[in-house]
T-cell receptor, first 118, second 111 residues
Framework: DTGVSQNPRHKITKRGQNVTFRCDPISEHNRLYWYRQTLGQGPEFLTYFQNEAQLEKSRLLSDRFSAERPKGSFSTLEIQRTEQGDSAMYLC????????????????FGPGTRLTVL | GDSVTQMEGPVTLSEEAFLTINCTYTATGYPSLFWYVQYPGEGLQLLLKATKADDKGSNKGFEATYRKETTSFHLEKGSVQVSDSAVYFCGSGTSYGKLTFGQGTILTVHP
């Protein structure tokens, strides 16, 4: 397994357009997390899934944002009607099940998708 | 809510110098504490962790001790190398995996 992958790596869009990002976690990990990172700041939690269930959403995740993990494998994050304030790095992470001896706090991060909204 | 504060950066050191990056946290309950590192062009990687008071996490010569009385988790290394140049993030985590990060500290080590 080559780790967590994210596509695309970079996305430039115009304000008002919709964008969708994809995250492929490490295959045996049942937890998947999305974070947002702006320049000079640490990652901020957005939401997380256990298998296909979305268990928590941050208040940062406005109604323009939606995330899915339909089959408990890959996940998508969609932003509708993008705004310039959405420009950031969007990070995905996964963690193994504690039943498999893992820890939810030991997360494996992907390289991120950098979004620029013009 | 939970928060993590790291010392202001960036930090520039010569090779073999001693490193300290300060980190303090506020949290409800008893969080786990972490240091993640991000090398240029790569994703965040877990460097070390501690899950309860007085635990010491260590990896690659880096150490940090969970100090509940001072709500701190300072990162130290006795002799840094050029290859340690990276961004270091202190973080706290809940039992279900919600991580809260500090703003990051850029470390540059010169030969």
């Amino acid at each position: 397994d080559t780790g967590v992958s994210q596509n695309p790596r970079h996305k430039i869009t115009k304000r008002g357009q919709n964008v969708t990002f994809r995250c492929d976690p490490i295959s045996e990990h049942n937890r998947l997390y999305w974070y947002r990172q702006t320049l000079g700041q640490g990652p901020e939690f957005l939401t997380y899934f256990q298998n296909e269930a979305q268990l928590e959403k941050s208040r940062l995740l406005s109604d323009r944002f939606s995330a899915e993990r339909p089959k408990g494998s890959f996940s998508t994050l969609e932003i509708q009607r993008t705004e310039q304030g959405d420009s950031a790095m969007y990070l995905c992470a996964s963690s193994p099940s504690i039943l498999a001896g893992g820890s939810y706090n030991e997360q494996f991060f992907g390289p991120g998708t950098r979004l620029t909204v013009l | 809510g939970d928060s993590v504060t790291q010392m202001e950066g960036p930090v520039t050191l010569s090779e073999e110098a001693f490193l300290t990056i300060n980190c303090t946290y506020t949290a409800t309950g008893y969080p786990s504490l972490f240091w993640y590192v991000q090398y240029p062009g790569e994703g965040l990687q877990l460097l070390l962790k501690a899950t309860k008071a007085d635990d010491k996490g260590s990896n690659k010569g880096f150490e940090a001790t969970y100090r509940k009385e001072t709500t701190s988790f300072h990162l130290e290394k006795g002799s840094v190398q050029v290859s340690d140049s990276a961004v270091y993030f202190c973080g706290s985590g809940t039992s279900y995996g919600k991580l809260t990060f500090g703003q990051g500290t850029i470390l540059t080590v010169h030969p």
